[in-house]
């Protein structure tokens, strides 16, 4: 299993550009979240899935889009980039938040908006 | 409100010694607690959890946790400390809406 994947790895935009992060994952697992992490503040959650074609808005949705088409991918889409958006991405995925599970956690994707 | 707290940014111990990583939590109802550990330029790792059962909880890499539920503590533990254990760690609860809600993180450092 390759687990949680995201790509890219590091990616510098322009304030106004868009832009997609991937994310999939190859543990059939039900539950996905996007979070973002800034020192000092731990981790906020940006938006989340329960299911293909179900998400809903996190601690911090504002300025970002997802979609949940398949089990496998949750991207998720800067619609135009501001420097607080300067940040580290990570998607994690669960078989069930709500009953326990754990979740486990990509790489991470380090932005920078200039 | 539902909230994690980590009241140490860093801990520092000396390898060998017995650590101590403090989380405190506000959720009403039963709780689903959860430590994650995150080494340098990685993703969150998860190490021990506490859904039910024994209060003592036992996880990767020798840790340990306590559940307290009446001091609502989840304090993270482990006897001999490893300079490899120096990494950010982050305690996280379960939310009503089945949501989970992280710490701002402790940074450990283990000296040799």
């Known amino acids: 299993n390759a687990g949680v994947t995201q790509t890219p790895k590091f990616q510098v935009l322009k304030t106004g550009q868009s832009m997609t992060l991937q994310c999939a994952q190859d543990?059939?697992?039900?539950?996905m979240s996007w979070y973002r992490q800034d020192p000092g503040m731990g981790l906020r959650l940006i938006h989340y899935s329960v299911g293909a074609g179900i998400t809903d808005q996190g601690e911090v949705p504002n300025g970002y889009n997802v979609s949940r088409s398949t089990t496998e991918d949750f991207p998720l889409r800067l619609l135009s980039a501001a420097p607080s958006q300067t940040s580290v991405y990570f998607c994690?995925?669960?078989?069930?938040?709500?009953?326990?599970?754990?979740?486990?956690f990509g790489p991470g994707t380090r932005l920078t908006v200039t | 409100a539902q909230s994690v707290a980590q009241p140490e940014d860093q801990v520092n111990v000396a390898e060998g010694n017995p650590l101590t990583v403090k989380c405190t939590y506000s959720v009403s109802g039963n709780p689903y607690l959860f430590w994650y550990v995150q080494y340098p330029n990685r993703g969150l790792q998860f190490l021990l959890k506490y859904i039910t059962g024994d209060n003592l909880v036992k996880g990767s890499y020798g840790f340990e946790a306590e559940f307290n539920k009446s001091q609502t503590s989840f304090h993270l533990k482990k006897p001999s400390a490893l300079v490899s254990d120096s990494a950010l760690y982050f305690c996280a609860v379960r939310s009503n809406t089945g949501k989970l809600i992280f710490g701002q993180g402790t940074t450990l450092q283990v000296k040799p």
């Open positions: 543990m059939n697992h039900e539950y």
């Open positions: 994690a995925s669960s078989y069930s938040l709500a009953a326990g599970y754990e979740q486990y």
